[in-house]
């Protein structure tokens, strides 16, 4: 189970950081996104960490101002969202799977665990 948390409202320019935290103890073996879904948008692939390596790999709307960490002890995988837009406005999700291939690491059908989701408003 996945519990995403840390949305809010910001202004432009701001930045938030948003967590994704479980109880699984072998987490680490999970490959771990984010995902977010503006109203009337599909949902949008943002960054994940590759299970076991660590890798990470973002979206190009996102690259340079979000970065992914996290805290392997409290099992929990940080989004930091800099500089942040009001284009950036959306339900984040955060999206985690032990099986799912590399090619398919940007498609929210191979994830078969999702967080509740934590809404981000930002205002112009």
């Known amino acids: 189970q996945l519990q995403a948390s840390g949305g809010g409202l910001v202004q432009a320019g701001a930045s938030l950081r948003l967590s994704c935290a479980t109880t699984?103890?072998?987490?680490?073996?999970?490959?771990v996104a984010w995902f977010r879904q503006a109203p009337g948008k599909e949902r949008e692939f943002l960054a994940a960490?590759?299970?076991?390596?660590?890798?990470?790999f973002y979206a190009d709307s996102v690259r340079g101002r979000f970065a992914l960490s996290r805290d392997s002890a409290k099992r929990t995988v940080f989004l930091q969202m800099n500089s942040l837009k009001p284009d950036d406005t959306a339900v984040y999700y955060c999206?985690?799977?032990?099986?799912?291939?590399?090619?398919?690491?940007?498609?929210?059908?191979?994830?078969?665990?999702w967080g509740q989701g934590t809404l981000v408003t930002v205002s112009s």
């Open positions: 699984e103890p072998t987490f680490g073996s999970y490959t």
């Open positions: 999206a985690a799977d032990r099986t799912l291939i590399l090619s398919t690491r940007r498609k929210d059908t191979a994830y078969k665990n």
């Open positions: 960490f590759w299970r076991g390596t660590g890798d990470t």
